[in-house]
């Protein structure tokens, strides 16, 4: 059982930056793909980055491409969400997620989930 703390939400002006990090516990960490997934009020969750369990590959939604950096420390049992370039758009809860090795994009195929961290970007 693996479980997911983030931390790093809070308010930013549009055009501003984030780093949000993910702490994990309770598992083997390097064995698992990480995505970074989030969710405006009304909307479904949604894809945003996802790492796999070397930090070889990576993904992003087309909406994140080139602002949105997701990297991880297996050392540290921590993955990273570096955002920049914010827009008020990109305000949501952010959740991370593990799954076992293979990154894929779907919501679904996550095993664990942490709580969420908020992101308000004003305007």
């Known amino acids: 059982q693996v479980h997911l703390v983030e931390s790093g939400g809070g308010r930013v002006q549009a055009g501003g930056s984030l780093r949000l990090s993910c702490a994990a516990s309770g598992g083997t960490f390097s064995q698992y793909a990480m995505g970074w997934f989030r969710q405006a009020p009304g909307k479904e969750r949604e894809f945003a980055a996802a790492i796999s369990w070397s930090g070889g590959r990576t993904s992003y939604a087309d909406s994140v491409k080139g602002r949105f950096t997701i990297s991880r420390d297996n050392a540290k049992n921590t993955v990273y969400l570096q955002m920049n370039s914010l827009k008020p758009e990109d305000a949501a809860v952010y959740y991370c997620?593990?799954?076992?090795?293979?990154?894929?994009?779907?919501?679904?195929?996550?095993?664990?989930w942490g709580q969420g961290t908020q992101v308000t970007v004003s305007s």
């Open positions: 997620a593990a799954r076992d090795y293979i990154i894929t994009t779907m919501v679904g195929s996550y095993n664990y």
